[in-house]
T-cell receptor
Framework: DVKVTQSSRYLVKRTGEKVFLECVQDMDHENMFWYRQDPGLGLRLIYFSYDVKMKEKGDIPEGYSVSREKKERFSLILESASTNQTSMYLC???????????FGEGSRLTVL | AQSVTQPDIHITVSEGASLELRCNYSYGATPYLFWYVQSPGQGLQLLLKYFSGDTLVQGIKGFEAEFKRSQSSFNLRKPSVHWSDAAEYFCAVAMYNTDKLIFGTGTRLQVFP
């Protein structure tokens, strides 16, 4: 089975803090994604990586950056957290060309 | 721009009743189509997918979906709902030239005994 592990299930941070969310997969998938999930808005793509050190902006990249130094690991970074970034963050992975995604359990971030 | 519409935000059914969740997409060509389910506190799990071929696809947990090109729809169905089906359901599409999925806003299913 594909395993997608998100390092933290619940985080509480203060406005202005730097936040790291990490995602690790064990299936050698080329593609990794970060989505943000909010009630009534569904899932919105923040960033996408199709290879090590390669990234592409999604629909809502503002206020976020990403890092992919190793194939199995994809990090989402909030340089200066704001209250409007309080949300559920979902990591997903997939094989290039197959489009089927496998999701982690999510990281619920609260910014105070 | 491509989009996915799930017109029903919340649906309530009795256990044993049939279920249909609606999904419409906006895209010039036939996209790749997916249904995912999210149980409370969990990530998303793939229920079924349509890439090509037979327009009626079977998935896990007794779910099926039918692709109707003329209506740009991909509705999810189950003949008899179980209490454990209570969850949020997301429809998603991907274009032929990208691995990125676009998700609908979700439909929350509540099941009464």
């Amino acid at each position: 089975d594909v395993k997608v592990t998100q390092s933290s299930r619940y985080l509480v941070k203060r406005t202005g803090e730097k936040v790291f969310l990490e995602c690790v997969q064990d299936m050698d998938h080329e593609n990794m994604f970060w989505y943000r999930q909010d009630p009534g808005l569904g899932l919105r793509l923040i960033y996408f990586s199709y290879d090590v050190k390669m990234k592409e902006k999604g629909d809502i990249p503002e206020g976020y950056s990403v890092s992919r130094e190793k194939k199995e690991r994809f990090s989402l970074i909030l340089e200066s957290a704001s209250t409007n970034q309080t949300s559920m963050y979902l990591c997903a992975t997939g094989t290039s060309g197959r489009r089927e995604l496998f999701f982690g359990e999510g990281s619920r971030l609260t910014v105070l | 721009a491509q989009s996915v519409t799930q017109p029903d935000i919340h649906i309530t059914v009795s256990e044993g009743a049939s279920l249909e969740l609606r999904c419409n997409y906006s895209y010039g060509a036939t996209p790749y189509l997916f249904w995912y389910v999210q149980s409370p506190g969990q990530g998303l799990q793939l229920l079924l997918k349509y890439f090509s071929g037979d327009t009626l696809v079977q998935g896990i947990k007794g779910f099926e979906a039918e692709f109707k090109r003329s209506q740009s729809s991909f509705n999810l169905r189950k003949p008899s709902v179980h209490w454990s089906d209570a969850a949020e359901y997301f429809c998603a599409v991907a274009m032929y030239n990208t691995d990125k999925l676009i998700f609908g806003t979700g439909t929350r299913l509540q099941v009464f005994p």
